[in-house]
């Protein structure tokens, strides 16, 4: 299986490095792995949805007290 850096996917899919490395810690990429203090993504990952905006526009979530 070919893997490809967190750089190289967010070319790929046009969205940032950073927000890559999120979406790995939160295991919303299946089939990612963890080298050293890099990730390592399957070449044919597909992009997952993004689950921030549900409606087109932001929602103010409430804070638990």
Do not use: F, H
Request: proline share 5%.
């Amino acid at each position: 299986m070919e893997y490809l850096s967190t750089t190289q996917i967010a070319q790929k899919w046009g969205i940032s490095s950073r927000r890559i490395q999120k979406m790995c810690i939160e295991k919303k990429i299946p089939g990612v792995m963890r080298i050293g203090n890099y990730w390592a993504v399957p070449a044919d990952a597909e992009k997952p949805k993004d689950g921030r905006i549900k409606s087109g526009r932001y929602i103010k979530l409430k804070k638990k007290q």
